[in-house]
Nanobody, 117 residues
Framework: QVQFVESGGGLVQPGGSLRLSCLPS?????VGWYRQAPGDERGLVAY???????TYSDAVKGRFTIDRENAGTPVNLHMNSLEAEDTAVYYC??????????????WGQGTQVTVSS
């Protein structure tokens, strides 16, 4: 069972910035975030692979950046130019290996991000 240490999130005004951090245990192929707003399905935000390759959803591309210093350090999601539509619970996930399918991902507890004036 993967253990997660998560931090960040909260309330910010439109146009503001927030950072999420997530450190899952073990050596995982990829780490990232999904998000879920009330009434919506959970959708991918971004992830970064073991070798540093990053992928973003179209909704956040150009505004969010995912990074990590090196293996064993937290993965960070830098969220800029936040919009009300970014309001959701953000779930950190760990994909243990390349062949691991999404229904086998390990999940963090979730962090609320609220963008409101």
């Amino acid at each position: 069972q993967v253990q997660f240490v998560e931090s960040g999130g909260g309330l910010v005004q439109p146009g503001g910035s927030l950072r999420l951090s997530c450190l899952p245990s073990g050596d995982n192929y990829a780490v990232g975030w999904y998000r879920q707003a009330p009434g919506d399905e959970r959708g991918l935000v971004a992830y970064i692979t073991r070798i540093g390759f990053a992928t973003y959803s179209d909704a956040v591309k150009g505004r969010f950046t995912i990074d990590r210093e090196n293996a064993g350090t937290p993965v960070n999601l830098h969220m800029n130019s936040l919009e009300a539509e970014d309001t959701a619970v953000y779930y950190c996930f760990a994909r243990r290996e390349f062949m691991t399918s999404s229904h086998e991902y390990d999940w963090g507890q979730g962090t609320q991000v609220t963008v409101s004036s």
